[in-house]
């Protein structure tokens, strides 16, 4: 066989090898696709999973709080009614665990009503240093007020705005515990501790010690860390035997035993699979048959009652 000079040809052989390789690299590029399409399916019907499970879990929290209304709704009478005295029941709910926790709002210190010396005294019980309290608790009076001066530790609009803030204190009442965060002198961590012991619902100027957490009786002038210790405890077991709470000596005025008509309704809600979500609103008991409760807040808090704040009983 002759081979025109000046031209050339390849082989049958070797045409056949470029044709296997590129068969080949079409064959990898393919198995690439093919493996991205399964992985990204996978992901989605792992987020698909994830979402509904998360669905689930907040339907299963707010069916925790009507169960908590329901029970507050209920004869005073009744001896298995749930009361705002902050221990924790336990319920199971379309194969959820809800852990429904229920606390009278005087409980709590008041944002609006609370004098300086008690919200001092928080922040004292929560580990911040006298100077920085009595800033924080002026800070806090300054925002409520209504008008521009400055207490003798506290900030105006020109401390917020040396501060590097475009806004100044609101001179109103606090609408939310959330604003407290705008307060200046206020930290992430701080407010993460303040936000189970605070309130703007309560409208009292004191607390209420038949109910009060431990951070909260610390609050109160004069109380020391053992007294307050000793009151625990036998309140503790007062509430055991079906007993009312005894009164807390002190506090100068800012204890009470009065039972508020407003409540913290806080639930976790834990699926199988260990997805949770948590839950609180702040409801009102009206008195009126024809609309019994008012919802104050709706909200999914950064703390619940159960995670150190509060140490509630479990019951059933």
Do not use: C
Request: no cysteine; aromatic share 6%.
């Amino acid at each position: 066989m002759q081979v025109e000079r000046g031209h050339s040809f390849v082989r049958p052989a070797a045409q056949s090898g470029i044709a296997l390789v590129m068969v080949l690299w079409m064959l990898a590029l393919l198995s690439v696709i093919a493996g991205s399409l399964v992985f990204s399916s996978r992901t989605e019907v792992l987020m698909a999973g994830n979402l509904a499970a998360l669905a689930q879990a907040e339907a299963s929290a707010d069916a925790g709080v009507y169960k908590a209304i329901h029970e507050l709704v209920r004869p005073q009478t009744d001896p298995l009614r749930w009361k705002g005295d902050g221990l924790t029941h336990l319920w199971k709910f379309q194969g959820a665990e809800l852990r429904v926790t229920i606390l009278d709002e005087s409980a709590k210190v008041d944002l609006n009503a609370a004098p300086p010396v008690l919200l001092k005294g928080l922040f004292r019980a929560l580990g911040i240093a006298e100077p920085d309290a009595d800033a924080l608790a002026d800070a806090v009076a300054d925002w409520r007020d209504a008008d521009d001066l400055r207490s003798l530790h506290g900030a105006e609009k020109a401390d917020y705005a040396a501060a590097g803030r475009d806004y100044g204190p609101a001179n109103a009442p606090f609408e939310t515990i959330e604003e407290l965060r705008q307060v200046l002198g206020m930290s992430d961590d701080l407010f993460r501790k303040l936000e189970p012991l605070v309130t703007v619902h309560s409208r009292q100027s004191g607390i209420n010690a038949a109910v009060a957490p431990r951070e909260v009786l610390l609050a109160l002038p004069g109380a020391t860390p053992e007294q307050v210790d000793l009151f625990l405890e036998q309140r503790r077991i007062l509430i055991e035997q079906g007993l009312p709470a005894p009164a807390f000596p002190g506090g100068q005025g800012l204890s009470t035993g009065a039972i508020g008509s407003v409540f913290s309704i806080q639930v976790e809600a834990i699926l199988s699979d260990n997805v949770r979500f948590f839950r609180e609103a702040v409801v009102r008991m009206t008195g009126d048959i024809k609309g019994p409760v008012t919802v104050l807040a709706w909200r999914a808090p950064i703390r619940a009652f159960g995670q150190g704040a509060f140490a509630p009983v479990s019951v059933n």
